[in-house]
């Protein structure tokens, strides 16, 4: 099935900013959004974000999310070691009637 | 609290079938749609499919069309996911979750499941 496009990596120095990618078509990611979910090694994914820019209880305001047409996008501000993880966006193909990930990017903290 | 709970890991020998659960608390189960999510080691995740329990509503993923079956229990509040002939490449982690507004936003810990010949 098809998917969506991620950058494999990012790199940025402590307290830095990085902007992660996730690129898709007019049937998912410009149709409905994004969500964004965060997985360290060795756990299961958690969610930052869902329908573009909607935080869910407990995440950091140093994690936000946009879209500009087909691009959705993941902005973590001010780096810490901990943000170190694996990230995948997500979203609902109405083509596929289907659910879609990205291919995911693992951030890592200078 | 609203959480998954799956079963444990699992050893299994091509040709076997299985089935792994998660279970849900905190919330009604029978209204919320469940995913289930397949990760190979090393690699990302893949949507496998989707019911909603209430009235068993389920999707496949084309690439897990046929391959595994989806079911719920809402008496127990559980869903399952099963194999009736496993391979090698079913070596995964498995994971459910629990879907609102186009999210997954509650995670299950996740299920291990071993295949070898």
């Known amino acids: 099935q098809a998917g969506l496009t991620q950058p494999p990596s990012v790199s940025k120095g402590l307290r830095q900013t990085a902007t992660l990618t996730c690129t898709g078509n007019?049937?998912?990611?410009?149709?409905?959004?994004a969500a964004w979910l965060q997985q360290h090694q060795g756990h299961p994914p958690k969610l930052l974000s869902f329908?573009?820019?909607n935080r869910p209880s407990g995440i950091s305001e140093r994690f936000s999310a946009s879209r500009s047409g087909n691009t959705a996008s993941l902005t973590i501000t001010g780096l810490q070691p901990e943000d170190e993880a694996d990230y995948y966006c997500s979203a609902w193909d109405s083509s596929l009637s289907a659910y879609v990930f990205g291919t995911g990017t693992k951030v890592t903290v200078l | 609290e609203v959480q998954l709970v799956q079963s444990g890991a699992e050893v299994k020998k091509t040709g076997e079938s299985l089935k792994i659960s998660c279970k849900g608390s905190g919330y009604s189960f029978s209204s919320y749609w469940i995913v289930w999510v397949r990760q190979m080691p090393g690699k990302g995740l893949e949507w496998m499919g989707i019911i909603y329990p209430g009235d068993s509503d389920t999707r496949y993923s084309p690439s897990f069309q046929g391959q595994v079956t989806i079911s719920a229990d809402t008496s127990i509040s559980t869903a399952y996911l099963q194999w009736s002939s496993l391979k090698a490449s079913d070596t995964a982690m498995y994971y459910c979750a629990r879907v609102d507004l186009d999210a997954f936003e509650i995670w299950g810990q996740g299920t291990m499941v071993t295949v070898s010949s």
């Open positions: 329908r573009n820019n």
């Open positions: 007019s049937n998912n990611v410009g149709n409905q959004g």
